[in-house]
C-alpha cells in the first residue's frame, strides 16, 4: 500500500493556461474523488469516479473543468483557461466499495494561478 | 443538503492538557458517518476517527474520543493528554450512507486549527 500519490506538487501558471493534475489512487481502490480546499476552508467536493465511471459532478465543476479516470486506474484532472480564483488546493482521494467507505487522501496540487 | 459547521476557528491546549473539539451538522437523513480528520501543516488529511450514526456508543481511539449527539446533531471530538503532534488543523465531515450516485462524498466543516503549547 503505496498510498495515494499527486503530480504535481505544485503548479504555477498564468491566467488563461490550462493545467492538468495526475491522482493515482490505492490500487485495489474503485473509488476516486477529487475536492478543492481554499486557504483556511474546509475541502469541497468536486467529483467522483466508481472505477472509469464519472457518476457525480458538483456544480462547482464549472465547464472549464474536466476529470477523466480512464481504465479505471489513475485520474486526470484538467482546468482550461485558468482563472484566479483557481488557486487553491486540489486533493484526491480513493476508497474501496464497501460500507464504511473510508478515504485516503493525496498529498493534494497547489495551484497559484497568477 | 447536508451542512457541518464549526463553530471554533482556532482551540489551543497546553501539553497533556485535554481538549474538545466541536461540530454540529444538518440532515435529515438517519443513515450516515461522521468522522474527525486531521490535516498537519502541508501535510497531507489523515482520518482521526469515525462515527456511524446507529451506533450509540460513542467511538474511541487511544486518546481521542467523540461525544455523539444524535438529537441535537452534534459530534465533538475530545483529545486526552495532547501531544505537540496533534497540532494541525481539524475536519469535521458527513457522509451519507443513502445509496445512489452520492454515495461517499464527504462534506466538510470550515476546520478548527489546533495549538498545542509545550
Known amino acids: 500500500d503505496t498510498g495515494v500519490s499527486q503530480n504535481p506538487r505544485h503548479k504555477i501558471t498564468k491566467r488563461g493556461q490550462n493545467v492538468t493534475f495526475r491522482c493515482d489512487p490505492i490500487s485495489e481502490h474503485n473509488r476516486l474523488y477529487w475536492y478543492r480546499q481554499t486557504l483556511g476552508q474546509g475541502p469541497e467536493f468536486l467529483t467522483y469516479f466508481q472505477n472509469e465511471a464519472q457518476l457525480e459532478k458538483s456544480r462547482l465543476l464549472s465547464d472549464r473543468f474536466s476529470a477523466e479516470r480512464p481504465k479505471g486506474s489513475f485520474s486526470t484532472l484538467e482546468i482550461q483557461r485558468t482563472e484566479q480564483g483557481d488557486s487553491a488546493m486540489y486533493l484526491c482521494?480513493?476508497?474501496?466499495?464497501?460500507?464504511?467507505?473510508?478515504?485516503?487522501f493525496g498529498p493534494g496540487t497547489r495551484l497559484t494561478v497568477t | 443538503a447536508q451542512t457541518v459547521t464549526q463553530s471554533q476557528p482556532e482551540m489551543s491546549v497546553q501539553e497533556a492538557e485535554t481538549v474538545t473539539l466541536s461540530c454540529t451538522y444538518d440532515t435529515s437523513e438517519s443513515d450516515y458517518y461522521l468522522f474527525w480528520y486531521k490535516q498537519p501543516p502541508s501535510r497531507q488529511m489523515i482520518l482521526v476517527i469515525r462515527q456511524e450514526a446507529y451506533k450509540q456508543q460513542n467511538a474511541t481511539e487511544n486518546r481521542f474520543s467523540v461525544n455523539f449527539q444524535k438529537a441535537a446533531k452534534s459530534f465533538s471530538l475530545k483529545i486526552s493528554d495532547s501531544q505537540l503532534g496533534d497540532a494541525a488543523m481539524y475536519f469535521c465531515?458527513?457522509?451519507?450512507?443513502?445509496?445512489?450516485?452520492?454515495?461517499?462524498?464527504?462534506?466538510f466543516g470550515q476546520g478548527t486549527i489546533l495549538t498545542v503549547h509545550p
Open positions: 482521494a480513493s476508497s474501496r466499495g464497501t460500507r464504511l467507505n473510508e478515504q485516503y
Open positions: 465531515a458527513y457522509r451519507s450512507n443513502a445509496g445512489g450516485t452520492s454515495y461517499g462524498k464527504l462534506t
